[in-house]
């Protein structure tokens, strides 16, 4: 089997604490000693996953120059989902629907960054088109501290199909368009409701534009007429936090 890396203190942990199965073992950088690396080890110990000390260098090499913090998990990889998992969460649902679609968001650390802020705005699920989506890879993995294993990942054949699908069961969504009049603190984003946010520079793609029931735009006061996309999303995630609550 094909181990993917996992790096960084949080994540590592954070897997242990959640999906400690998908770890096959885990690597500690020689001469790490800390409180905090302890902890971890001990949680590791606990769970009876094996663990090895390695060099700086072969850290490094596994995770291609990135920051790893002295700790690296050798894991299964992580598991995205389908759309029969997303009609199967949406029927089991106590609350109405909060979901994050992403169409053509193609940066892993865009989607890691947005992963985040889904888990801690309280989204159920984050929805893409199988086709030019990142991948849930370790550097997603890595900028998400964790909500890549606690946000459910769900990649669709078909995103306008699925957003019709969300449309009959109530769901309402509000798509991000920069020429749009209606503004996102205007907007009512209250109820079941799926957020869309498009790719950087390109947007929505025409099909899904045509599938949104209200466009939304973030008001900008100075000369930059565009935010990253993670930005973004987390300022009209909590912008529906706010008003949900």
Not at 125 to 146: E, Q
Not at 231 to 241: D, S
Request: hydrophobic share 40%; aromatic share 4%; with cysteine.
């Amino acid at each position: 089997m094909q181990f993917e890396p996992l790096f960084g203190i949080h994540a590592v942990n954070t897997a242990l604490k959640r999906d400690a199965q998908r770890i096959h073992k885990i690597l500690i950088m020689k001469g790490r000693q800390d409180a905090k690396m302890q902890r971890l080890i001990d949680t590791a110990l606990d769970l009876r996953i094996r663990i090895e000390q390695v060099s700086k260098r072969e850290l490094e090499e596994l995770v291609k120059g990135a920051v790893h913090q002295g700790v690296v998990a050798l894991c299964k990889p992580i598991q995205t989902y389908n759309e029969q998992y997303l009609d199967k969460l949406l029927d089991q649902l106590e609350e109405p629907p909060f979901l994050l679609i992403l169409d053509g968001v193609t940066d892993p650390h865009n989607l890691g960054a947005c992963l985040r802020t889904a888990d801690a705005a309280g989204v159920q699920a984050v929805v893409a088109p199988k086709d030019k989506s990142a991948p849930l890879n370790a550097t997603a993995a890595k900028v998400a501290c964790g909500a890549a294993e606690s946000v459910p990942y769900v990649l669709v054949t078909n995103l306008a199909r699925t957003l019709k699908s969300l449309q009959e069961r109530g769901v309402w969504t509000t798509g991000t368009a920069g020429e749009t009049d209606l503004d996102i603190y205007q907007a009512n984003l209250k109820g079941p409701m799926a957020l869309i946010m498009g790719a950087e520079g390109q947007g929505m793609r025409r099909l899904t534009r045509e599938h949104c029931d209200q466009l939304v735009k973030i008001p900008m006061a100075g000369e930059v007429s565009s935010l990253n996309v993670s930005v973004a999303t987390g300022i009209c995630l909590f912008e529906a936090v706010r008003q949900r609550d």
